[in-house]
């Protein structure tokens, strides 16, 4: 190894700076790789003092803290708008199924309820022989707060539950006059998933239980907003009317230009049956008295159908025995 130093001639004896090369040279290394051994060179310098920083600049003073902080005003003016919310904050969801045994067109106005409403799940359909309380534990896998359950009977029959899972209330209803909108063609349209209005008439405030049936409707049938499956706009409104002690369901599209409004489908009426307490049980709250069966009416029609085939029996056998079949003159054997 070999050292070298050097000193600078205006420097003072006492401040001076002395640099020290060392040229280092590993002739064993190099002997045995055979190559020549490349010098390294290092300096020695003094160590730089770091300074004191002072804690209070390192860290924001509390003042700095509340500036930074908005501050919102104590009081707001009744005539200011409300802050809108921007995010999905009603959160329900409607479970549409059916049993074992419905027709076509059954299956088709389920179809058609659940392209209407975006907030809309689907399950595969239900045996009969489950008893209706465990739509409550299907509902709740399905993280659905409503359910519209289609019954089917005799093959013929629709029967609709609208139920508040899973405490209540739920109604029953007969499902009459079935039109979907594949079978009326109309000229109205409305965009996959946007919301809908719902509007009702006077004559749901006109008694209690139609109260209960307008909230249970709403609901159901309402779209929430910012709902992550709907559109931001409205184009359509649904038409709930009562009359005849029956539901009558209508689907218009709204037009922008003129406001007019042109019918989409489908067409039903909702035959109120029964409201429960609870969901698919509990206490009868109202049962229409004027209700009756579709057996009922198909018997009253076949007894109907009966009488007026013996009458038209009877009609039939009195014109074909006649007492005289041509003219007979009384004096031709009066002499003989």
Not at 167 to 178: C, D, M
């Amino acid at each position: 190894a070999i050292l070298c130093t050097f000193k600078r001639p205006d420097m003072p004896a006492q401040e001076e700076s002395v640099g020290k090369f060392v040229l280092l040279s590993a002739l064993n290394r190099g002997s045995e790789t055979g190559k020549a051994a490349q010098p390294v060179l290092t300096s020695r310098k003094r160590p730089k003092k770091q300074k004191n920083v002072p804690q209070a600049k390192k860290m924001k003073s509390a003042k700095q803290i509340a500036s930074d902080e908005v501050v919102l005003p104590a009081m707001r003016h009744s005539d200011d708008p409300p802050p809108l919310a921007k995010r999905w904050m009603n959160k329900q969801r409607v479970l549409i199924f059916a049993t074992r045994g419905i027709t076509h067109l059954h299956r088709h106005l389920m179809e058609d309820l659940r392209n209407l409403l975006p907030h809309s799940k689907k399950e595969a359909k239900k045996d009969k022989n489950e008893a209706l309380s465990a739509i409550n534990e299907i509902c709740e896998m399905k993280n659905c707060s409503k359910s519209i359950f289609f019954e089917a009977r005799r093959k013929r029959d629709l029967y609709a539950w609208l139920s508040n899972v899973p405490g209540g209330p739920s109604a029953k209803f007969q499902v009459e006059n079935i039109h979907t909108m594949a079978e009326l063609k109309l000229t109205g349209n409305c965009l996959r998933g946007s919301r809908a209005l719902l509007t009702f008439s006077e004559n749901f405030e006109s008694s209690a239980h139609g109260k209960v049936l307008k909230e249970l409707i709403s609901q159901v049938f309402n779209t929430p907003r910012f709902h992550p499956h709907s559109q931001p706009f409205i184009d359509h409104v649904f038409v709930f009317s009562y009359l005849d002690e029956k539901i009558w369901f209508r689907n218009y599209e709204i037009n922008e230009e003129s406001g007019a409004l042109n019918e989409i489908g489908p067409r039903f009426v909702l035959n109120p049956i029964k409201i429960f307490d609870g969901s698919f049980c509990g206490k009868t709250l109202w049962e229409n008295s004027k209700y009756r069966t579709p057996g009922f009416y198909r018997r009253m029609l076949g007894s109907m159908t009966k009488y007026d085939n013996r009458v038209m029996t009877k009609a039939g056998r009195e014109v074909k025995q006649r007492s005289l079949s041509f003219p007979v003159d009384e004096a031709e054997n009066v002499f003989g």
